[in-house]
């Protein structure tokens, strides 16, 4: 048999286990939740590989992951009977794959100095590594599932090396031993386990049984005892799930330490039937800072997870979005590629866009200091949907907010109320696209307008630039860059003998400014004498700064 080898932990998960041992972590309690999600995503993961190949299952399919405290020994055992690990899978999944982000997350911490690391730790979600919060040793014992005959047993103190040796295992599946800190002890106790996993864990579907073993009469007493209610949240009625159960759903699914913003919960029926739970995040959650985000949404069929992120049944304009679907139709044991054909995901992802959608403008209307907090984050995101879904762009549009001339800094207004508000003879949406509302409030392009009482929308996001030509025109209004020479404002046509006495200085400017394509007399401006306007087809101002930026 092999002898334990001592590897090094890659560098980036070094300096991330340092930091969660050496920290004060608000809330180590977590790791409880990390390692019973764990067990749960590895028996997922066996129950659908049977679907094709049954010999996985080794005649061991009663589900379960087990707690098993021992103050003797001062560990805690977490156990399951799912797929478990080969050597190579631990090497990579304990010691060398950092969770994608981790640099980010390091140079974060970084920037912060630390002031609200527990903050961002809980954001970052550290997974199995949260185990060093609690212990200063852990073991990690584990049998791929397939039959192979030797297991596979990880070591470490979390201080920059594990160790790794073959050892037998009789049953496939992992056990995660944590040898407790002395501070951690109470997690110990029966009942604070049993507490933390109805707190938890309580919708994990597979039965979660805290085992305790008492001496009595020289004998040893074992007692089994299932923890959680294993109802799918999901599944259940709407009226039944309290706020805070909802909560902990979506924070096992999202590692987001903040309540969401809003809850759908809805079941279609009809041609294709299912059950959606989706959130929508608060705020703009720290990792779209700095990775590209996949959408998708968990899929079950008829309680089977069949896919972790099923991209099909939501675009990527609404990533943000974290939930379950469950599919009554969707056949069961298919293959991955031939599921993604299937007709049902095109209905289902057609629901969920209308009632993401919709319960957006919900949270507007009833919400709107919750939904400005959204929006401020994700409103960038939400608008590439004016460009990538035709069918849906006005709805996109009903639900964007911009600062305008008229409104009061920091203010907003919806499209709907610019549209409300235009003066009779006002044909067009005006729009003025800048680094800041503050800059363009100043901005000599606005005083034609605000002389005619008609009103500027001011656009501040870079990618206003790119999505809004998408939209065309919004309530029949078309949209219009009040910095284009085509705007309304150029039309009036000057007299004849003005145009005659300046004809001079056009000529004379035209040949000193070699960088402009034209100079023009307009009535455009009341106060300033001259602007740089963008030609009808051209690009806007700042639109060729921001791709000089990006070019540089
Ligand atoms: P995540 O769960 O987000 O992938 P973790 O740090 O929690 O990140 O786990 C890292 C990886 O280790 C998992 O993706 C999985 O491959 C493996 N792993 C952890 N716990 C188990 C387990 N109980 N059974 C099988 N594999 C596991
Ligand atoms: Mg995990």
Redesign the pocket.
Known sequence: MATAETLEFRAELKQLLHLITHSLYSDPEIFLR?LIS??S??INKVKFNSLANEDQLEGNKDWKITITPDKDAKTLTIS?N????SRE?VVD??GTIA?SGTKAFLEAVKAKQSSDLPGLIGQFGV???SSFMVADKVTVH?RPAGGAALGVKWVSDGQGTYTIESAEKETRG?D?ILHMKEESADFLEAWRLRNLVKKFSDFIEHPVVLVTREEKDGKTETTEDTLNSRKAVWLRSPREVTPEEYTEFYKTISHDHEPPAKVLHFSIEGKSEFRALLFIPATKPFSFDYEEQKAGLKLYVQRVLIMDKCEEVLPPYLRFVKGVIDSADLPLNVSRELLQQNPHLETIRKNVVRNILSGLEGLRNTEYEKYLTFYRGLGPVLKEGLARDWENREKVADLLLFETANTEPGKFATLAEYVEKMPAGQEKIHYLTGESAEQLRHSPYLEAFRAKGEDVLLMTDPIDEFTLPHLHEYKGKPLQAADKADAKTDDGDIPADVRESFAGLLIAARAHLPEVSDVRLTKRLTESASCLVADAGGMSAHLERILKRAGE
């Open positions: 990390e764990n067990a995503d590895a399951d799912g797929i478990g690990m899978e999944s304990l969770k997974g199995f590594y584990t992992t995660v």
